[in-house]
């Protein structure tokens, strides 16, 4: 079963955004970090079990970059935590998902991440991660 980890929102500028996401959420972000494997500055908020990450790209031509670019900011994808990323990811391929990578890379929060391509899923970008030992 895969559990709900975070909601990606992909955002321009994380100065602007962290101060409105730190208001709306009535909370503070936890954490920033540069995630250099997906060309992102990522910062996080906590709200109830669920994270959010703001997401925004270091590079003009990079994937969020093209994705605000396409779409204007806002959702990006929804992660799920799973106890074993390499059995997860057979299982999917199994089923006919198609993975953007074949191998998990590094992510942010010391993950292990995937993503599932967004047109086996409804339109819906998905990540999977797993925690890293």
Do not use: W
Not at 20 to 29: H, T, V, W
Not at 33 to 44: D, R
């Amino acid at each position: 079963m895969l559990k709900p980890e975070h909601i990606g929102i992909a955002v321009k500028d994380l100065a602007i955004s962290i101060p409105l996401f730190e208001k709306l959420l009535n909370s503070q972000c936890y954490k920033t970090e540069k995630v250099e494997s997906e060309g992102v500055n990522t910062a996080f908020f906590k709200t109830g079990d669920t994270k959010i990450e703001l997401l925004a790209s270091t590079d003009a031509t990079g994937v969020i970059a093209r994705f605000i670019e396409k779409k204007g900011e806002g959702f990006h994808h929804i992660a799920f935590e799973v106890n074993d990323i390499y059995a997860e990811m057979e299982r999917l391929k199994n089923e006919g998902f198609i993975l953007l990578n074949e191998i998990p890379r590094p992510g942010a929060d010391n993950k292990l991440i995937c993503f599932l391509h967004p047109k086996n899923t409804n339109g819906v970008l998905i990540e999977l991660c797993q925690q890293k030992l």
